[in-house]
Nanobody
């Protein structure tokens, strides 16, 4: 079982990034999926959720609502986080998480740095 994030990097304020998380070794479509982030010296924070099931309902923390969008592709076993108008306060390591069937899987994280 593995989750592998990619797409992080160093960008300027106002930029766009799309993070991707590829899942291996479990029944991806049955799991709720989450993106968390952890900024230096801060606790890990839930950023976005996309539920399992046919409608894949989404939820966002207030600070990113309207700027971030989460997508899942159950055929490709991927969950992406599209991030627009990035700001310095979005700087963090971003983690992909899958929960379901009593399991709780985490990726290794991908760093995102917003700086001019």
């Amino acid at each position: 079982v593995k989750l592998v994030e990619s797409g992080g990097g160093l960008v300027q304020p106002g930029s766009f990034l799309r993070l991707s998380c590829a899942a291996f070794g479990f029944t991806f479509s049955s799991y709720d999926l989450f993106w968390y982030r952890q900024a230096p010296g801060k606790e890990r924070e839930l950023v976005a959720t996309i539920n399992s099931g046919p409608f894949g309902g989404t939820h966002y923390t207030d600070s990113v609502r309207g700027r971030f969008t989460v997508f899942r592709d159950n055929g490709k076993n991927t969950v992406d986080l599209e991030m627009k108008n990035l700001q310095p306060e979005d700087t963090a390591v971003y983690y992909c998480n899958a929960k379901g069937l009593g399991d709780d899987y985490w990726g290794q994280g991908t760093p995102v740095t917003i700086s001019s």
